[in-house]
C-alpha cells in the first residue's frame, strides 16, 4: 500500500509497538507508532492508510481514540485488541488482528484496507455545473447524451413533443428543459397529471369553467390552458387520458381554440404541447383505448427517456446530485465508499431514478454524515462479493516456503533492523524481496494449475489456500487459466 498516506498505530503496550515497527518496515510500509497519551487532534488533520488500534490502557483515550475514528469515517480500523463490542458499529471497522502477528494475516488486512479506501476501484468524477440547460439531466452516458442532443434540437421549435419512458426515468425533467430552452422559456410551464383527476373533472381542469356550470362552481375559473398562454402546457400521464377526453384535445390541438365549460367565448390556445407516458399507446390503439389521430398529433417528436439500468454508468454521478439537492435542503450528506457504489451499479433499478432518489434519502435519514458502505445498504442492494475478513489460527496455510519462513520470522521475538539485515546475507547493493517474492508466487501458481488442467479449485487446494483467494492472486498478476492448459 505505496503512497503519501501513511499506516497509524497506537498501542500503550512498547513491545507491541516495536513488533509492528519491525513488521510494517519489512512490508515496506509508511507507518507512524505512536502511544495513546502522544495522539492530539492534529493527528487526525493527516492522511493515514489504515489505523492499527492496540492496547490501550486507560479507557478515556480509548473513548476519545474512538470517537475521532467515528468523525474520520474515511480511515480503515484493524484492531490488534478486543475492541468488537466499541468497534462493531463503525463502517470503516475491517476486523481483528491476534498476536503473535505474522505475514499473511497482516498482508490480507492491510489489503482489505486499501479495498476499504477504493484506491483500485471506480472513481466518482466531478460534476460539471458550466451548462445550466441540463443542469438536472445528469450523467455522460452515450444514452443520456443522445437525449441532451434531441432536446436542443427540438427546442428551437414550437413540435408538440411526446415522451416516452418507464416510470421514474425523468420525464418531466426533460420537458422543463424543452420548455426553458425554447423561445416560450420565460412564459410559465404548467404541468397537470391525467391520471390523477378524476375523468368528470378533468374537462374543467383543462379548460375552465365559468360561475354556474355544474353544480359547485361558484365563480367563474380558468383551466391550464389558460393558464399556460405564452409557455408550455405538459400532459403527464396522457395514456390514463379518458376517450371522451381524448376527442376534445384533439380538437383543441387541430382548431388551437377552446372553450370553458359552461361558457361560450372561443379562446385562443397559445400554449406548446409536451405529453409524456409509460404506457405503449401503439397497443393501446390496437386495443381501442387510445386514439390513433391524437397520437400522431402528440407523436411529431418523440423522445424516448432510457432506463436507468440503460445508463448505469451514470449511477455515481446522479448520487453526487441527489446528495447535492438534499444538502442544499439542509441534510446532512452521506459518503458512499467505493465498493458501495460498485453495488448500486449491479441493481436493475426497476425504479429508476426515482427509486435512487427514495434509496439516498433512506440512507440520509438512517446514517446522517457517515459513511455507507455494502453492509448498510438494504439486501436487495448487496450485489457484490463483500470480503469479510478474518485472521483465523490455519490461515497461514501460505502458498511457498518463503513465506512460511517469514511468518516464523514475525512470530519470533522482534530483531533490530540492522540485525535482521546483517543475518541474511543481502548483497550491499540489496534485493526487491517484493518482485522475487511475486515472481515465485506467479511461478507456483502456473505449475499449480498445469498439474490440475486449469482447475481452479484444485489448483487452490494444492497450493493450501481458498479458492477466491487464488483467484484474486490470479486477477492480481493478469493469470488466466486458459493460457496454463
Not at 434509496?359 to 457484490?384: A, F, N, Q, S, W
Amino acid at each position: 500500500m505505496q503512497g503519501l498516506a501513511k499506516t497509524l498505530v497506537i498501542d500503550d503496550d512498547a513491545q507491541h509497538r516495536h513488533d509492528l515497527s519491525v513488521i510494517l518496515f519489512f512490508l515496506g510500509e509508511q507507518f507512524e507508532v505512536l502511544s495513546s497519551e502522544e495522539v492530539n487532534d492534529s493527528h487526525w488533520e493527516k492522511e493515514w492508510s489504515a489505523c492499527l488500534l492496540g492496547n490501550i490502557s486507560k479507557g478515556k483515550s480509548l473513548t476519545q481514540i474512538l470517537d475521532f475514528l467515528r468523525i474520520q469515517h474515511h480511515i480503515p480500523v484493524v484492531a490488534l485488541a478486543n475492541y468488537e463490542r466499541e468497534l462493531s458499529g463503525l463502517p470503516n471497522y475491517i476486523g481483528n488482528l491476534d498476536y503473535p502477528l505474522s505475514y499473511s494475516p497482516m498482508t490480507e488486512a492491510l489489503r482489505h484496507c486499501q479495498e476499504y479506501l477504493g484506491k483500485q476501484t471506480y472513481q466518482v468524477p466531478q460534476l460539471g455545473r458550466k451548462n445550466t440547460l441540463f443542469r438536472s439531466m445528469v450523467g455522460r452516458s452515450e444514452a443520456i447524451s443522445q437525449i441532451r442532443h434531441l432536446i436542443e434540437q427540438v427546442s428551437a421549435t414550437d413540435a408538440s413533443v411526446l415522451i416516452l419512458g418507464e416510470s421514474g426515468t425523468g420525464k418531466e425533467v426533460a420537458a422543463r428543459n424543452i420548455h426553458y430552452h425554447s423561445s416560450r422559456g420565460k412564459g410559465p410551464f404548467v404541468p397537470v397529471n391525467c391520471g390523477a383527476i378524476p375523468a368528470d373533472l378533468l374537462e374543467s381542469e383543462l379548460f375552465g369553467h365559468e360561475k354556474g356550470a355544474f353544480t359547485g362552481a361558484i365563480s367563474a375559473r380558468k383551466g391550464r390552458f389558460e393558464l399556460a398562454q405564452g409557455g408550455t402546457l405538459f400532459l403527464d400521464e396522457i395514456g390514463d387520458m379518458p376517450m371522451a377526453m381524448q376527442v376534445k384535445l384533439l380538437r383543441v390541438l387541430q382548431e388551437r381554440c377552446f372553450e370553458r365549460v359552461g361558457g361560450s367565448e372561443t379562446i385562443k390556445a397559445d400554449v406548446r404541447i409536451v405529453a409524456a407516458t409509460h404506457r405503449n399507446l401503439e397497443v393501446m390503439i390496437k386495443d381501442g383505448t387510445f386514439r390513433e389521430d391524437l397520437y400522431y398529433r402528440l407523436n411529431v417528436f418523440p423522445i424516448e427517456m432510457p432506463a436507468l439500468r440503460e445508463r448505469i454508468e451514470d449511477t455515481p454521478l446522479l448520487l453526487q446530485e441527489l446528495l447535492a439537492r438534499l444538502e442544499a435542503e439542509g441534510a446532512k450528506p452521506v459518503f458512499f465508499t467505493p465498493r458501495a457504489i460498485n453495488s448500486l451499479m449491479e441493481h436493475d433499478w426497476p425504479g429508476n431514478i426515482r427509486e435512487l432518489a427514495n434509496l439516498v434519502e433512506r440512507l440520509i435519514i438512517l446514517y446522517p454524515g457517515e459513511m455507507v458502505d455494502v453492509t448498510h445498504l438494504p439486501m436487495k442492494y448487496r450485489h457484490c462479493d463483500l470480503p469479510v475478513f478474518r485472521a483465523e489460527e490455519n490461515f497461514l496455510a501460505v502458498e511457498d516456503q518463503e513465506r512460511t519462513a517469514l511468518a516464523d520470522m514475525f512470530a519470533c521475538q522482534p530483531v533490530e533492523h540492522d540485525e535482521f539485515l546483517a543475518a541474511t546475507g543481502l548483497p550491499p547493493e540489496g534485493v526487491n524481496l517484493k518482485e522475487m517474492l511475486a515472481d515465485l508466487e506467479v511461478d507456483m501458481i502456473r505449475q499449480a494449475l498445469e498439474a490440475q488442467t486449469g482447475v481452479v479449485a484444485r489448483a487452490a487446494d494444492m497450493l493450501g489456500m481458498r479458492r477466491t483467494t487464488l483467484v484474486e492472486k490470479m486477477r492480481k498478476y493478469g493469470l488466466n487459466k486458459e493460457d496454463v492448459r
